[in-house]
């Protein structure tokens, strides 16, 4: 019985040395039906050109512009489905993937027929395997988001889950994101809308109303650089999207009929990101306080995709 297919996609922007590095780990897979496409997202410089010295015959599409996480995905998943491959597999260039993290993913998938979506445990690069995300953690409810043990070392993972097969979660993370094609066919790709930054957790939330498992597979690991993806983006701008996008995440997912419950919870949502401004941001406050503001104010107008 032949393997299920996987059809990777990766995104470059300006930034090919991470990207044949990440080549180079995903050759090491011990998942051989695999099918890898590279969507240079508008590089400025000759990304493309030196892929394909690197590894030539890899399949590149070039994209006149940066279309975004979003938008490069989707150019990806409309070049490839019709190949029907069983999954997609999308993947951060600066991710570094265990040769047996694809093995690991797949077996899960198929032996449970309700799941759809699956990725694996996040590493940051830093010594120590310090955790990235063991998933995402979301209360609809409130507005809250976040990556479940961020930044703690792995021994902070607990026994009782680290033994599991699977863990279901609220969202994963797009860094290394398995799904399967008949996800796709069923909730369409990635919202555009989003450009960058919460289009994952949107992906996932769209797929659990279609009755669709989203799970963590903790045996399956992969490293990530951190956010090389849409490189030479102004790190404020950063911010405008997370406020952003957050409030469209949980208003357009999970909308409150009661204006009040919705005035609530999008303070909150705007109170943890100005919070983050002043505690956690090392940009000058005045410049990322404007972008905060356009942030909120272009999502109330309707301003969405890129900024």
């Known amino acids: 019985m032949e393997k299920p297919k996987i059809q990777c996609i990766i995104l470059n922007y300006n930034n090919c040395q991470d990207t044949l590095v990440c080549l180079d780990f995903l050759r090491k897979q011990s998942w051989k039906n695999l ?42 998943i409309k070049t490839s489905i019709e190949r029907k491959p069983d999954y997609f597999f999308f993947l951060n260039n600066d991710a570094l993937v265990e040769s047996d993290t694809l093995s690991l993913l797949v077996k899960t998938g198929q032996n449970n027929p309700h799941i759809g979506m699956l990725g694996p445990l996040i590493f940051t690069s830093l010594p120590g395997f310090i955790i990235e995300s063991l998933g995402m953690k979301c209360n609809w409810k409130t507005g809250r988001f976040y990556h ?62 279609a009755g669709f498992q989203t799970v963590l597979v903790p045996a399956a690991t992969v490293e990530h650089k951190g956010s090389s993806t849409i490189t030479d983006l102004d790190p404020a701008l950063r911010i405008y999207y997370g406020v952003r996008n957050q409030l469209l995440l949980f208003n357009r997912n999970e909308p409150y009929q009661n204006p009040v419950l919705r005035l609530l919870r999008d303070s909150y949502i705007i109170s943890l990101n100005f919070l983050y401004i002043f505690f956690h941001s090392r940009l000058p406050k005045i410049q990322a306080s404007k972008l905060w503001g356009q942030g909120i104010s272009d999502y109330y107008r309707g301003k969405l995709g890129k900024y």
């Open 148 to 209: 479940r043990l961020h930044g703690k070392p792995q021994t902070q993972i607990r026994p009782d889950l680290r033994s599991r097969t699977s863990i279901e979660v609220d969202a994963l993370s797009g860094c290394a994101l398995l799904v399967k094609r008949k996800v796709m066919e069923k909730i369409g790709g990635f919202d555009e809308d989003y450009f960058f930054y919460f289009e994952d957790a949107d992906l996932c939330r769209r797929a659990q109303k």
């Open 35 to 76: 099918d890898i496409l590279t969507i240079d997202n508008g590089s400025m410089n000759n990304s493309a050109e030196e892929i394909r010295r690197h590894h030539p015959g890899s399949e590149i599409i070039e994209s006149p512009k940066n279309l975004g996480f979003a938008g490069g995905c989707n150019l990806g």
